[in-house]
């Protein structure tokens, strides 16, 4: 056989056989809290009001919070989601909780600080991404002991009161986060820990609520 026919024989049962490994889900985020597909910590979850989206909103509270998606197990894959936090000092802390354990306390979680977005600041403007692990990891040590290596700013920045739209690649141990669309990452970050799937949910932090819609999940094999 002509051997350059073989190579284009090759290339696409490799590209069938990744297809193969690949499973992608998208997620009615009212539809599953409908039918009660949460489960909750520390946060009250409602549909989003006046039908702005298919979405959930994430009450605030003090202390972190998180609407787990009941029995969805998440590896190595891609995330999406479209999420709205505010412009308002140290009250808008939303994200996704990923390869998390049944404890609530012990997960990896990618998150955003919208007031961060358009800081004059420089420094600010540099925290507007956060990787962080807990329990062992949270933003307090990784910023002492790691200053600058797991928080990143984004660059175009979004409008800190409107929606945007995140990208999360996880294929262990190293995370890429992309913003808006962007081909180039906003971050890319080595993993803190062993785990290597787990469960996934929606996160906000302390004094924060969030909202989010549009999750779509592919599932690598």
């Known amino acids: 056989m002509n051997t350059k026919y073989l190579i284009i024989i ?3 049962l490799i590209g069938r056989s990744a297809l193969a ?6 997620y009615n985020l009212s539809k599953l809290l409908s039918s009660n597909r949460f489960s909750t910590t520390n946060r009250k979850i409602a549909a989003l009001p006046n039908y702005e989206k298919d979405g959930v909103l994430l009450s605030s509270d003090a202390g972190e919070g998180m609407a787990w998606l ?10 999406e989601v479209d999420m709205r936090g505010k412009n308002v000092e140290q009250q808008s802390f939303l994200g996704i909780a990923f390869h998390g354990l049944h404890d609530t306390k012990t ?6 600080r919208p007031f961060n977005f358009l800081a004059a600041d420089s420094v600010k403007r540099s925290h507007s991404i956060q ?6 990891y949270p933003w307090q040590v990784l910023r002492e002991k790691f200053n600058g290596k797991y928080e990143r700013p984004i660059k175009p920045a979004p409008d800190p009161d409107k929606w945007f739209h995140i990208r999360i690649e996880v294929n262990y141990p190293e995370i890429k986060v992309f913003v ?6 906003s971050m890319v970050a080595k993993k803190l820990n062993d ?4 469960l996934l949910g929606l996160w906000v932090g302390n004094n924060s609520d969030g909202a989010f819609a549009n999750l779509k999940v592919t599932f690598f094999k």
């Open 10 to 12: 090759l290339i696409a």
């Open 21 to 26: 490994q690949q499973n992608t889900v998208s």
């Open 180 to 185: 808006n669309n962007n081909t180039t990452p």
């Open 195 to 198: 785990r290597k799937s787990g």
């Open 107 to 112: 997960t990896d979680v990618i998150y955003f």
């Open 70 to 79: 009941n029995g969805v197990t998440f590896g190595n894959g891609i995330i």
């Open 131 to 136: 990787y962080a692990s807990h329990p062992e």
